[in-house]
């Protein structure tokens, strides 16, 4: 059974830059497409960014201009690459991605991000 495995969370300053991984455990099931979700304390789970299978890209506002999302075709890894961090920002990150030639939707166990001082 495949599965998505993140990496790349921890504690970082505000201000400070972190970049979040997402792979398959099985490099035979590509990924098509990917997005990364979070869910911050008493928050909902929400979208932070998403990539098709053509590459193009869209961010919620509050990553724009802060974030960016990719997928590395070689590596079969989706990043997501976060700059300028902010105390907001601290959450459990999920991967989400369509993988396979079936489309198959899976997602990442999370990857908690800390943004303090």
């Known amino acids: 059974q495949v599965q998505l495995v993140e990496s790349g969370g921890g504690l970082v300053q505000p201000g400070g830059s972190l970049r979040l991984s997402c792979a398959t455990s099985?490099?035979?099931?590509?990924?098509?497409?990917g997005a990364w979700y979070r869910q911050g304390p008493g928050k909902e789970r929400e979208l932070v960014a998403h990539?098709?299978?053509?590459?193009?890209?869209n961010y919620a506002d509050s990553a724009k201009g802060r974030f960016t999302i990719s997928i590395d075709r070689a590596e079969n890894t989706v990043y997501l690459q976060m700059n300028s961090l902010k105390p907001e920002d601290t959450a459990v990150y999920y991967c989400?991605?369509?993988?396979?030639?079936?489309?198959?939707?899976?997602w990442g166990q999370g990857t908690q991000v800390t943004v303090s001082s």
């Open positions: 990539i098709t299978t053509d590459g193009s890209t």
């Open positions: 989400n991605a369509n993988i396979g030639f079936r489309g198959s939707n899976l």
């Open positions: 099985r490099s035979i099931f590509r990924i098509n497409a």
